[in-house]
Nanobody, 121 residues
């Protein structure tokens, strides 16, 4: 089994910064793409940023230039540094990863339970 656990959410003032982490654990063989998604109240879940195992990144237009995604493959950890936050960034942020395990050597999608980010204006 694979678990993804996010941390680092909280309350921040508009214009401030916050960093999120996601740690993957369990019977992991390999992790492929990882990503951050978010869901604001009353809205659908949306992609924030993704990063491949090789470090290639892609961002939603709304966060380009403000957010930075990174990962530490040795630690099975992904990060999201969020700067210049505004009220529209308020959401639950979810970690996503495509993981193959020792028992099932095919990539399957796993999700964390989410961490709440609240930006006060």
């Amino acid at each position: 089994q694979v678990q993804l656990v996010e941390s680092g959410g909280g309350l921040v003032e508009a214009g401030g910064s916050l960093g999120l982490s996601c740690v993957a654990s369990g019977s992991i063989f390999k992790i492929n793409d990882m990503g951050w998604y978010r869901q604001a109240p009353g809205k659908q879940r949306e992609l924030v940023a993704i990063i491949t195992s090789g470090g290639t990144t892609n961002y939603a237009e709304s966060v380009k230039g403000r957010f930075t995604i990174s990962r530490d493959n040795a630690q099975n950890t992904m990060y999201l540094q969020m700067n210049s936050l505004n009220s529209e960034d308020t959401a639950v942020y979810y970690c996503n990863a495509y993981v193959s395990t020792l028992r099932r050597p095919v990539f399957m999608a796993y999700w964390g339970k989410g961490t709440l980010v609240t930006v006060s204006s």
